[in-house]
């Protein structure tokens, strides 16, 4: 094989830079998570309700929806 | 022995310099394509360059410090990324850029406005555009991405998500970010193959027409590109895709245009090219036996508003009935060939259904790493197989 092992006791730790000291912290939670479901439900219904604001304002426009303000053409 | 060539991009995974320098090198490509050709542009054109070289540049030294402390983690000595953070991160300042783009920059309040090109796509400049869709959905848009952004930043995502999504796994981002892709190119080819531009062509008339002036300066109003997207011979959906022949004299070129025919029977009812569930007036039967719906005795004529053609009414059927093929009023010889609508339908339709299938690919190597690569010897703490 043409690979080698070379013990090497010069390697320096990783480099530190002004902008990595400070963006650090938004680096430094890797794995963190909140237990359980925690707020996902709250998510769900966030969803399903943009979802359905999102069909609303489709089928208005599509004429699927209509109302008496409003006028498709 | 080398990797097989399929997976020669993977060596990026484990050096994060490497990850980011090919992504910002990538930024560097794109930008440089990007460049409005118009002579008049040269500040838009050269901050693109210019941008595009620094990249270039970043790229290089992030590939050359690949070792920063900032993507160690102190905890396991290796590096690491924390994904959730970093698509929080992204989501609100793409909701801001979003946001800023459709209420300044589109609307002209601090901004040039967006291209707007001339009918035939020859010229055109940049202006404020006050159109309501471009403008309002950016806005609508970029804060909903910031409010979901402030969301994502101010909780960790749930254990029951993180391990059910692979939250950790740099493939997932890539999954997604497919969705992001093809979600797009379906809009637009669906846009282009459907159109839109009939409804607002009518819509535009009809406003018109509320303001008791004329059919005539109704269509004068009608921009011409306008006009052009709603010749039916350029719809791929009418057409076919595939036919041969020179362009010019065929569909494709539009020579000049003769008009907006308005087709009336004999009592004055307007009439419209078939689509979909409308009342069948008129047609043109294919037998050579009677039909009570042919051109001849329900009397149909042509009238044109605007073009060359304005004002000149047709009541010959051999002519109502050339006409009413719309492919003749932009001065074609009728044979549908090739246009740019479908091309850019077929084009944007396939890279579509390609980043789809890379989408479901990428998401399920990620969903089912253990059953593709074998079990985690690791599990084997947890489960005891070879009980059944």
């Given at each position: 094989m043409a690979t080698q092992n070379v013990n090497s006791s010069s390697r320096s730790s990783p480099r530190r830079?002004?902008?990595?000291?400070?963006?650090?912290?938004?680096?430094?939670?890797?794995?963190?998570?909140?237990?359980?479901?925690?707020?996902?439900?709250?998510?769900?219904?966030?969803?399903?309700?943009?979802?359905?604001?999102?069909?609303?304002?489709?089928?208005?426009?599509?004429?699927?929806?209509?109302?008496?303000?409003?006028?498709?053409? | 022995m080398g990797l097989p060539w399929y997976r020669v991009h993977t060596i990026v995974l484990n050096d994060l310099g490497c990850l980011l320098f090919v992504h910002i090198m990538h930024t560097a490509l794109v930008a440089v394509i990007f460049y409005p050709s118009d002579h008049s542009y040269e500040g838009v054109a050269g901050a693109h360059i210019l941008f595009s070289g620094l990249c270039f540049l970043a790229a290089i030294w992030h590939w050359v410090y690949w070792d920063l402390e900032i993507f160690c983690d102190n905890r396991i000595g290796k590096p690491s990324?924390?994904?959730p953070k970093?698509?929080?991160?992204?989501?609100?300042?793409?909701?801001?850029?979003?946001?800023?783009?459709?209420?300044f920059h589109v609307i002209g309040l601090y901004g040039l406005g967006i291209w707007v090109s001339d009918p035939y796509g020859l010229?055109?400049?940049?202006?404020?555009?006050?159109l309501v869709g471009i403008a309002s959905h950016h806005i609508a848009a970029g804060t909903l991405g910031i409010l979901v952004g402030l969301f994502h930043l101010s909780v960790r995502p749930p254990q029951r998500l993180y391990k059910g999504l692979r939250k950790g796994n740099i493939e997932i981002v890539l999954s997604i970010s497919i969705v992001v892709i093809f979600f797009a190119a379906f809009v637009v080819a669906e846009t282009m193959w459907c159109g839109y531009f009939q409804q607002e062509i009518y819509q535009r008339v009809s406003a018109v027409l509320a303001e008791n002036q004329s059919l005539l300066e109704a269509w004068c109003k009608i921009p011409e590109k306008l006009a052009f997207y709603d010749y039916i011979g350029n719809d791929p959906a009418k057409g076919g895709l595939f036919k041969m022949g020179s362009m010019d004299n065929g569909d494709g070129i539009a020579v000049g245009w003769l008009g907006h025919p308005i087709f009336r029977d004999k009592?004055?009812?307007?009439?419209?090219?078939?689509?979909?569930?409308?009342?069948?007036?008129?047609?043109?039967?294919?037998?050579?036996?009677?039909?009570n719906y042919s051109v001849k005795p329900v009397g149909v004529t042509a009238e044109f508003y605007y073009g060359e053609l304005n004002g000149v009414s047709y009541s010959d059927p051999a002519i109502v009935k050339k006409y009413a093929r719309h492919r003749a009023t932009l001065k074609s010889d009728g044979v549908?060939?090739?246009?740019?609508?479908?091309?850019?339908?077929?084009?944007?339709?396939?890279?579509?259904?390609?980043?789809?299938?890379?989408?479901?690919?990428?998401?399920?190597?990620?969903?089912?790493?253990?059953?593709?690569?074998?079990?985690?010897?690791?599990?084997?703490?947890q489960v005891e197989f070879g009980a059944f």
């Open positions: 830079i002004v902008v990595g000291d400070f963006l650090k912290p938004l680096n430094s939670e890797y794995g963190k998570v909140a237990p359980g479901w925690e707020k996902t439900p709250l998510m769900g219904v966030t969803m399903a309700l943009f979802a359905t604001f999102l069909s609303i304002i489709l089928e208005i426009y599509n004429s699927s929806v209509l109302l008496d303000e409003i006028s498709m053409n | 990324l924390d994904l970093i698509f929080e991160i992204h989501l609100f300042l793409s909701g801001v850029a979003c946001f800023g783009f459709g209420a010229t055109g400049k940049v202006q404020p555009v006050n009592d004055e009812r307007e009439l419209f090219v078939h689509q979909g569930d409308k009342i069948v007036r008129a047609d043109t039967p294919s037998k050579r036996a009677e039909s549908f060939r090739n246009s740019l609508r479908d091309w850019f339908t077929f084009g944007h339709a396939s890279f579509a259904l390609l980043f789809f299938f890379g989408h479901i690919w990428h998401g399920a190597r990620t969903l089912f790493k253990d059953i593709f690569a074998g079990i985690d010897p690791n599990l084997d703490a």
